[in-house]
């Protein structure tokens, strides 16, 4: 089985973030290291499935913009 990397990151904990991600939907990964960076692969069968989610997850957690400021009348 080929394993893909949908993701790098410097930080581990952005990895591990999407690799929860993952778990809880029952995407097969594993989150390695190569040089400084840290990796999240998947198997090639599953890559556009997993970056599905991680899309979705990211969509719904970004924060909202703010309110625009009330006009004094």
Same mark, same amino acid.
């Given at each position: 089985?080929?394993? &893909? *990397?949908?993701l ?6 952005d ?8 778990? /809880?939907v029952g &995407? *097969?990964?594993v989150?390695?290291?190569r040089?400084d960076?840290?990796v999240l692969?998947?198997p090639?069968?599953v /890559?556009?499935?997993?970056?599905d989610h991680?899309?979705?997850?990211e969509?719904e957690?970004?924060p909202?913009?703010?309110?625009p400021?009330?006009r004094?009348t």
């Open positions: 089985m080929a394993f &893909v *990397e949908i790098s990151s410097p930080l581990l904990a990895c591990e973030q999407h690799a929860f991600v993952l778990k /809880a &995407v *097969e990964h989150v390695g290291q040089g960076t840290f692969l998947v090639e069968e /890559a556009t499935i997993a970056i991680l899309r979705r997850y969509e957690t970004r909202s913009p703010p309110a400021p009330r004094r």
